[in-house]
C-alpha cells in the first residue's frame, strides 16, 4: 500500500478510543490524602459563623487547701478559661466552560471522553491537591498568622501546630526560614507564655537510631507517655480523656522505610524468610500513615521526623454554607456562550489541643 493510499484510508476511517468516554484516566492525583482519614474517622465537621471559635479551661483555679475549724475563708474569683479564635480561609477552583467545545462534544457515542466531566473532574481533583498541600506546608507567618492588606487567609497546616519543641514555629524547629520568626500567638494565644497549648516532642539519637536508651523506638516511647491524658475516677463528667484510639504517625517516604527497618530489625526471629514485607506498620496499635506531601520537606536522608497526630483534637472544619460550593457565572451580553463553574470552600485546621499533639525528631 503506497503512503498516499494509506492517507486515505486514516482519512476514510476513524480510530476508536480503548475505554468508554465515560471514563477518563486520572494522572493528576498524589500517592496519600491525609485528609481521608479525617473524613472517614469523625466525618466532615461542618460550623457556621463568622470566625472559628472555642473556649477550654487551660490552667487550675488554685482553690484547693486544707483548713482548720472556724478558720476566716478568703474566697476569689479566679479565671480559667481561655479562647482560641481564627478566621476562616477562603479556597476556590473553577473551569470555564465554552458552549461552542461542549456541545460539539456531545451527541457522539464514539466521542473521545465527555469534555464537560473531564473539566468537572479536573476541578474537584485540583480542590483536593490544594488542601492536601495546604494540609502540609511548612509553618508561614505571613499567610497564614499575620495578615495585611488585601491578603489572604491561608488554612494553618499540621506543622504549624506540631513544631520539634513545641513553641511557636521557627525556622529551627520546622517552619520557613524567613516570615516564620514573628510566630509568637496561634489561634489567638501566646506559645511561649501559656504550657498549656505547647505540643508534646521527643528526640532520638541521629548517628545511632537503634540505640536501646536513645534511639527511635525510645523516642516512640517517651511520646506516647506524654500524649495520654486520663480522666480522674469520681469526676469523668468534667474531663476528657485521650487514649491512643484517636491518633495516626505520620511521615514521609523516607521515614516509612526507616521505621520498617527498625521493626525487622528487631523482629528478625519472628519474620518468615520468604516475606519481607511488613504490612500497616504500627506502634503501641497506632497506625504509621505515609504522607507524600512530607517528601518535599528537606529532611536529611535517614532523620525524617514523626507527627502523632490526634485526629480528634486536630481536624480541619468547614463552613455549613461554603463547602464545594457550586456557583456558576455566565459571560453576559458579550460573551453569552462561555460559563464559569466556580466551587468554593470556606474552613480551616482548629487545633482543639496542641498538648495532644506530638512529633519525634532526630537530634
Known amino acids: 500500500m503506497s503512503i498516499l493510499n494509506h492517507a486515505d484510508f486514516l482519512k476514510a476511517t476513524r480510530d476508536v478510543r480503548i475505554v468508554p468516554k465515560e471514563e477518563l484516566r486520572n494522572e493528576a492525583t498524589k500517592n496519600t490524602y491525609f485528609y481521608s482519614r479525617f473524613f472517614k474517622t469523625h466525618g466532615l465537621k461542618f460550623k457556621g459563623g463568622t470566625k472559628l471559635v472555642d473556649r477550654v479551661q487551660a490552667v487550675n483555679a488554685g482553690t484547693f487547701g486544707f483548713y482548720n475549724p472556724n478558720e476566716e475563708f478568703a474566697p476569689r474569683q479566679v479565671d480559667t478559661l481561655r479562647s482560641l479564635e481564627m478566621n476562616w480561609a477562603f479556597a476556590k477552583s473553577e473551569y470555564v466552560l465554552l458552549d461552542e467545545t461542549s456541545e460539539l462534544n456531545s451527541g457522539d457515542d464514539d466521542a473521545?471522553?465527555?469534555?464537560?466531566?473531564?473539566?468537572?473532574?479536573?476541578?474537584?481533583?485540583?480542590?483536593?491537591?490544594?488542601?492536601?498541600?495546604?494540609?502540609?506546608?511548612?509553618?508561614?507567618?505571613?499567610?497564614?498568622?499575620?495578615?495585611?492588606?488585601?491578603?489572604?487567609?491561608?488554612?494553618?497546616?499540621?506543622?504549624?501546630?506540631?513544631?520539634?519543641?513545641?513553641?511557636?514555629?521557627?525556622?529551627s524547629n520546622g517552619g520557613l526560614a524567613t516570615g516564620s520568626s514573628a510566630w509568637t500567638n496561634i489561634a489567638g494565644v501566646n506559645i511561649s507564655q501559656n504550657s498549656w497549648f505547647q505540643n508534646k516532642f521527643a528526640t532520638y539519637h541521629a548517628a545511632n537510631p537503634d540505640s536501646a536508651d536513645n534511639g527511635l523506638i525510645s523516642a516512640f516511647d517517651e511520646i506516647t507517655l506524654q500524649i495520654q491524658f486520663e480522666k480522674p475516677e469520681g469526676v469523668k463528667n468534667y474531663s476528657t480523656d485521650d487514649d491512643l484510639q484517636n491518633y495516626c504517625i505520620a511521615t514521609s517516604l523516607d521515614g516509612t522505610k526507616f521505621y520498617k527497618s527498625r521493626l525487622r530489625e528487631r523482629n528478625d526471629r519472628m519474620e518468615r524468610l520468604n516475606d519481607p514485607r511488613i504490612n500497616g506498620p504500627q506502634y503501641d496499635g497506632i497506625p504509621l500513615k505515609?504522607?507524600?506531601?512530607?517528601?518535599?520537606?528537606?529532611?536529611?536522608?535517614?532523620?525524617?521526623?514523626?507527627?502523632?497526630?490526634?485526629?480528634?483534637?486536630?481536624r480541619p472544619w468547614f463552613h455549613s454554607r461554603r463547602y464545594m460550593h457550586e456557583k456558576i457565572e455566565t459571560g453576559g451580553a458579550k460573551q453569552p456562550n462561555s460559563t464559569v463553574v466556580y466551587k468554593f470552600t470556606w474552613y480551616n485546621l482548629f487545633p482543639l489541643s496542641r498538648r495532644n499533639q506530638g512529633r519525634v525528631s532526630a537530634a
Open 112 to 171: 473521545y471522553l465527555d469534555y464537560v466531566m473531564s473539566l468537572e473532574q479536573g476541578c474537584v481533583v485540583d480542590t483536593a491537591n490544594g488542601m492536601e498541600e495546604a494540609l502540609w506546608t511548612k509553618p508561614d507567618y505571613e499567610k497564614m498568622e499575620s495578615l495585611g492588606a488585601n491578603q489572604a487567609q491561608h488554612a494553618y497546616s499540621i506543622p504549624a501546630f506540631i513544631t520539634r519543641d513545641g513553641l511557636a514555629p521557627s525556622s
Open 290 to 314: 505515609y504522607v507524600s506531601e512530607l517528601d518535599t520537606h528537606g529532611w536529611t536522608n535517614g532523620q525524617p521526623d514523626f507527627f502523632f497526630i490526634n485526629q480528634k483534637k486536630l
